[in-house]
């Protein structure tokens, strides 16, 4: 069972799990099938550490150029 608070959604920044896993659900399936969204997937699945799965998320909407990298100064 997923633990309710990792990465709730404010706008649009990814706070929790949840919030990851709701935005991969809404994916369009050409997204949904690149490798770095296959293996965010993969982690959430297996339940993986946040770090882990943050990177993830983070490195799949950096190459989807989705992820405001001003936020990270």
Sequence with gaps: MLRP????QNGDTLRTVLDARA??????KHREMRAQW?????LLLDEAD????SKAVE???????KFDVAVMA
């Design 5 to 8: 608070a990792y990465l709730s």
């Design 23 to 28: 935005y991969m659900l809404a994916l369009s």
């Design 38 to 42: 296959q293996r965010a997937a993969g």
């Design 50 to 53: 946040v770090a882990d799965l």
């Design 59 to 65: 490195l799949a909407l950096f190459y989807d150029a």
